[in-house]
């Protein structure tokens, strides 16, 4: 049986289960049914609801997600290569590593009021130091061999070292860190939504709370998590298959 034939077996086995939990439970208004939720899901998307909630939610994280990738690329760069960052600065993201993104929120309303900049402010600050972290282990572990090949070959230690020679050589690290960061940047961008101002997913999430419409609560947690795992098998999944094969770090015989 095949990956993708257990998988559509075991979501029609939950969803049996769902709704006969349902009708033999009686959950009532505390969760909807199957038939609820997908009725959620119908009137949303002809209405355009879900899908501006879900385009402007896109627009902020992508956004937001680019920003990190490169400011925490960077940073882990001049961590890895500088001891004095390292120590002075490479300790302070360490720390703000463990601070949820979500309690830089109202500094963020306080700074640049409820708006995008504030969602996309705590989003970027979600995934910027995981993927800095992920970096400078990336580059810390590059064989030297590599650095002393491009140093020979006449490549300096600035830019050109940076994204002809780290960068590359430290993608099998990075993308894990990529993946992880991706997930973070989702959990900061819905938690700014559900309190900042404007069309998003969180947006939506808050007025199902406000209204008591479970089905369409569960719609955004189903969408949310929809979007993260499509995006995740089939883009990141996939690239670090290919770079861990072009590294020789996995075989590349299923």
Known sequence: MSTALRRGLFLVLLLIAWEAGFRIFDWGWKFPS???TFQAF?????????LEATFQSLTRLLLAFAISIVVGTVLGFLFARYRLI???IGFLVVALQTIPSIAWLPFAIIWFGMNDFSVIFITTLGATWTMAMASRTGIKNIPSIY???AQTMGTGDGMRMFYQIMVPAAFPHMITGVRVAWAFAWRALVAGELIAKGVGLGQL???GRNLADTALMLCIVIIIAVLGTVS???CFKRLEDKLLLRYGLISGKK
Request: glycine letters at 8%; zero cysteines; hydrophobic letters at 35%.
């Open 86 to 88: 390292d120590d002075t």
């Open 232 to 234: 995740d098998h089939f």
């Open 147 to 149: 650095i002393k090949a």
């Open 34 to 36: 199957v038939t609820q």
């Open 205 to 207: 999430l808050q007025d």
């Open 42 to 50: 119908y009137d949303g998307f002809v209405h355009g609801q879900l």
